[in-house]
């Protein structure tokens, strides 16, 4: 039954439609409201901003009346990423080339090296683009006696490079306004 949970997670975070990874997006699905209890959130990658989104929710979870920890009571796994808008390819700058406009030839003489790059392998490199970012933030619950995901929260935004906490406070605060009805739409991604 976990390996069950675990996959349904895992296509929930990762399985967005292509055209969808960039826009902003809200998807709640609670077969059963938040237990009352202890809570641990769990971190599924440790980072900085996770940690400081993780404290966003314990805080969340503690004004609603429940006790919160690292530890015991109702296991809840978040899951923080955040994905850099970048082009793709390579420029044709890197191509290797003699002379411009003349192909090399090293018919004449075999142990005559072929000519370097005229550009550097930088210039082979991805380029960022000017686009938004986009955080993604995922909470899991798990039913501690079967394993059985009893409620999922999945959130995406865009936001300007340097403003992964707050578009992760606004997407945490638009999750836990109102968490224990099942719902899909866009989130406030207010910048």
Known sequence: MRASSITFWALLAFAAPAGAQNQALLDIQAKRPLPTGKYAVELVEDSELG???????????AARGNQVGFSGG???????SQTRNFAGGLT???VMVGTPGQVPSTSDRPD???PMPERSVRSQELRPRGGDDVLRITLTLSNSGSGEVTWVAYA???FPGGRAFPAGRQLIDTIFANPNNSRRGEP???R
């Open 51 to 61: 940690r400081d989104l993780r404290r966003l929710v314990m805080d969340k979870l």
């Open 112 to 114: 005559v090296r072929p």
């Open 92 to 94: 044709q700058e890197g």
């Open 156 to 158: 995406a935004c865009p």
């Open 188 to 190: 406030d991604c207010a």
């Open 74 to 80: 109702h296991v809840m796994r978040m899951q923080v």
